[in-house]
């Protein structure tokens, strides 16, 4: 998989020979191909952002971006259809991501939403907080890229698969 250092989230025509797949308005993208797998990567760290939404979007996911727990929670609630995968960070300003999990299980709406945690915080303590919260996967930075996004897109294949069944 490329991770080209030029993509600087411009809007891009064609990524690795693929159309484009949708288009943005700020810091949000606008999904093209409604089958394109959809994930709201929440993290204070722009640079990790930028990674995540690289990789994502090089692999046709599409892709929007919250700064705090607090945004996340903004974007989900207001939103028409709910993403397939929210990525989250532990440690952000006004709402971490461990008060944000704790949010979206308790809001009936958003209860059943799949939810990585992505984060520095690898401690056993940590750990056993998000799951409690109630994440769904845990991945400690640093990761490889190629092992998130497999990992994401099999959490988006279970969640579309449970969808169906229901």
């Given at each position: 998989m490329l991770y080209p250092?030029?993509?600087g989230g411009r809007r891009v025509e064609h990524v690795a020979g693929r159309p484009r797949r949708a288009y943005r308005t700020g810091d949000t993208v606008?999904?093209?191909?409604?089958?394109?797998?959809?994930?709201?990567?929440?993290?204070?760290?722009?640079?990790i952002r930028f990674l995540?939404?690289?990789n994502l979007e090089?692999?046709?996911?599409?892709?929007?971006?919250?700064?705090?727990?607090?945004?996340?929670?903004?974007?989900?609630?207001?939103?028409e259809t709910l993403p397939d995968v929210v990525t989250i960070d532990v440690m952000m300003?006004?709402?971490?991501?461990?008060?944000a999990v704790q949010a979206i299980r308790a809001d009936p709406r958003l209860t059943n939403?799949?939810?990585?945690?992505?984060?520095?915080?690898?401690h056993p303590t940590s750990v056993q907080r998000?799951?409690?919260a109630g994440v769904d996967v845990y991945v400690t930075?640093?990761?490889?890229?190629?092992?998130?996004?497999?990992?994401?897109?099999?959490?988006?294949?279970?969640?579309?698969?449970?969808?169906?069944?229901?």
């Open positions: 250092l030029s993509y606008w999904p093209m191909d409604p089958e394109a797998p959809h994930v709201l990567v929440v993290d204070d760290t722009a640079s995540i939404r690289t090089l692999a046709g996911f599409t892709v929007s971006e919250a700064v705090d727990g607090q945004e996340c929670l903004e974007i989900l609630r207001s939103a300003p006004r709402m971490d991501g461990v008060a939403l799949t939810v990585a945690m992505v984060t520095t915080q690898g998000a799951i409690e930075k640093p990761f490889d890229p190629d092992h998130l996004v497999t990992t994401l897109s099999d959490l988006v294949a279970q969640c579309r698969a449970q969808r169906r069944a229901e």
